[in-house]
């Protein structure tokens, strides 16, 4: 069944003023439980705004969004609730830490929630676990670590919600290469532990390539395309016109393609690129 | 010529207290660098390897606790010549927000000159002439919040042109930014180095951009452990994995043909190359 | 959206009012404050009714402006009218037990009225014509002879204009903030007032850190560019007074004298 489905969905800033402006056109979703889905889209296409229709952070100017199917908007005073069910960690979340201890912050969602002491105990052991936090960070101040530390603290914060759905806008910016594996490795071990859905928005089409099953492309305001990687990378050259950087090795093999060679334009991976070249170069 | 930079076995560590005790983390131990006038410096390093604090004490922010930093010659510790240090070496930060101070472009973009002393009809036509070469004329007039983090930036780099500098150190300018504020910044500044001869020091962990200079230097624990051409330092893969960084996809790719025995150059970094060098082993079988 | 929030009532505009030198404004609003002070009869006053007049239309403000500048205060104005009215002391005109109106009374509280509106109207005048960057300039620039007295009127000038660059961003930021917390959970609509103070903290202890961050950074990067304070600061733009400041210093000042003038001769009538 679709955890997130959306209907006709709009969201339109400033109505009936001068600027306004449509951010989300006509959005027709499903995205079936237990995928991972990576988001991209150049700035401006939506994205941010869309994802946060999911967790009803912004209300729709027209159209339905249905979370596990549920009209999340049918019961205004009740939209709460479903900030429990689809968790969405911000850009640069490190700069929400408020508590006195890394513990204490982590428990701030659990504990908004309504659980007993012991159940949020054991959600905020859990989230650290999960984001690789030890022990003798949890009585520390947030503002002690560091910053990838900090971001981890956050992540864990909306993980220990235990959503049915993890949003993520972004969550390697600013890391270096190590850090950005690290967190990218993390968030896929908990999507394998937990079978939950994870939605990944990225500027890196090499990291949706090697993380993501499905891939939502946003343009302009409208749902460009929704389908499997391979699928999405047959597109490469679109998705190149529209702004967004097509991996290398997918450049690599367009120009090989090109050039009249038997490789697979659609190519995404350095592996995959490099046993088709060996195949062609045994067939000697 | 004189070197720009020259920094003679430098070290350097934070004290960091622990509990009860304060502890000293080295950051920077022995470090010797040179940077010639002209050149297009990018230093590479994960996050800790010090390349930061590096970069801080090319323009005096902190000093050296051991060894010395020449900046045109003049030792950093100098006090009395900071002012004269700061504006021949420009210094451009990660938050595109934190170094705005005005409440509009060409205002800030002044800032400097106005501290300099620098009479205002003078003012006026450096200013311009620096929003004109970042390609930021147009939006003189606009509120810094209205501008995307790549203008910011932008804006950012002609506060720092107006004071022509000798040179611009930027430190990780590109990590808070999308793809097109990135592509926007590097370019810009590659092009300040090609045609005004503008020495650039560009602390980044992007290969890509990394990729654009003319020499690299990686960092690693406080220390220089390769500096050389683009396409020589990408060539040596294993060393950059262990050190927490990444290869661009193209130098991957031949790397794992390599080690499978297909003869191909070693020093490839850019996708044409690659192209063109698969391309014509392709043919001759 | 938020992000288009200016700071202040500024309306911009290309009036002979807008283009007068910002020092030479503060010095007229001064100027017309204590004009409408001295004014001691109703005539008196009508001169300072008849220079808003005349500036007001020069300036192209629209009327509904000035009037909405007026509105808040309206409760004000019925207080004084009503305290002069009835507590002053003077030949009884009306009266109703212990409650009198006398002839003092009635022209007090015309007097106070009319003066406070008139009030609000030309310092609001100011604030439309004038950006808070300017005004800041102005200011500076007006005090610095006080530089003198070890007054530090250079850096509560760079306070003034640091505050008003990042009032927006400051804004989007507590937005961001306010949706992060709100994704965990956070209720910031319901509860009594301690709750609603309480579910807070979670939105301004970020923002304040953040500020503190804010300020250190840049700081380092005002150090960068060789900021060291305001001795032997240029400045990019020159404020310079023109024909309009001389135009409109010689028409305030005529206003002054008028005022002055039916002070004294025109106590006769009303």
Known sequence: MAIIRTENLNYIYGVGTAFEKSAVTNINLEIEQGEFVGIIGHTGSGKSTLIQHFNGLLRPTSGKVYIDGQDIWEKPKEIRKFRFKVGLVFQYPEYQLFEETVYKDIAFGPTNMGLTKDEVDERVLEAAGLVGL???HMRKSPFELSGGQKRRVAIAGVMAMRPDVLILDEPTAGLDPRGRDMILGEIQRYHIQNKNTVLLVSHSMEDIARYAHKVLVMNRSEVFLYDNVEAVFAHAREIADMGLAVPQITRICIALRDMGYNISPETYTVESAKEQILALLGGR | MENIFECQSITFSYNIADQDKVLPVPILEDLSLAVRPGEFVAVLGHNGSGKSTLAKHLNAILLPQGGVVYVNGI???EEERLLEIRSHVGMVF?????????????????????????????????????????GM??????????????????VAIAGIIAMRPDCIVLDEPTAMLDPRGRQEVIGTVQELNREFGITVVLITHFMDEAARCGRVVVM??????????PREVFSQVELLKSVGLDVPQ???????????????????????????????????? | MLKDITIGQYFPGNSPVHRLDPRMKLVLTTVYIVMLFIASTPLSLVVGILFLAVVYPVSRVPVGMMIRSIKPIIPIILLTGILNMFFIDGDILWQWWFLKITDRGLTMAVLMSVRIICLIAGTSLLTYTTSPIALTDGLEQLFGPLK????????????????????PTLIEETDKIMSAQKARGADLESGGIMQRVRALIPILIPLFVSAFRRAEELALAMECRCYHGGENRTRMHVLRMGAIDAVSLIFTGACLAGVILVNIYGAGWL
């Open chain 2, 250 to 285: 193209a130098t991957e790719l031949v790397h794992r043909l390599r080690q499978a025995g297909i003869e191909l150059p070693g020093d490839i970094i850019e996708v044409e190359q690659c192209v063109t060098a698969i391309g014509r082993l392709l043919k001759g079988s």
């Open chain 2, 220 to 229: 690693d624990n406080g220390k220089i452990i390769l500096d050389a051409s």
């Open chain 2, 94 to 134: 990660q938050n595109p927000d934190n170094q705005i101070v005005a409440t509009v472009v060409e205002e800030d973009v002044a800032f400097a000159l106005e501290n300099l002393g620098v009479p205002p009809a003078e003012i006026r036509r450096r200013v311009d002439d620096a929003l004109r070469s970042v």
């Open chain 2, 75 to 77: 030792d950093t510790r």
């Open chain 1, 134 to 136: 030890k022990d003798k």
């Open chain 3, 148 to 167: 003198r007295f070890r007054v530090p009127v250079h850096e509560v000038a760079m306070m003034m204009t640091i505050a008003l660059r990042f009032i």
């Open chain 2, 137 to 154: 004329y147009e939006h003189r007039l606009r509120a810094p919040h209205q501008l995307s983090g790549g203008q910011k930036q932008r």
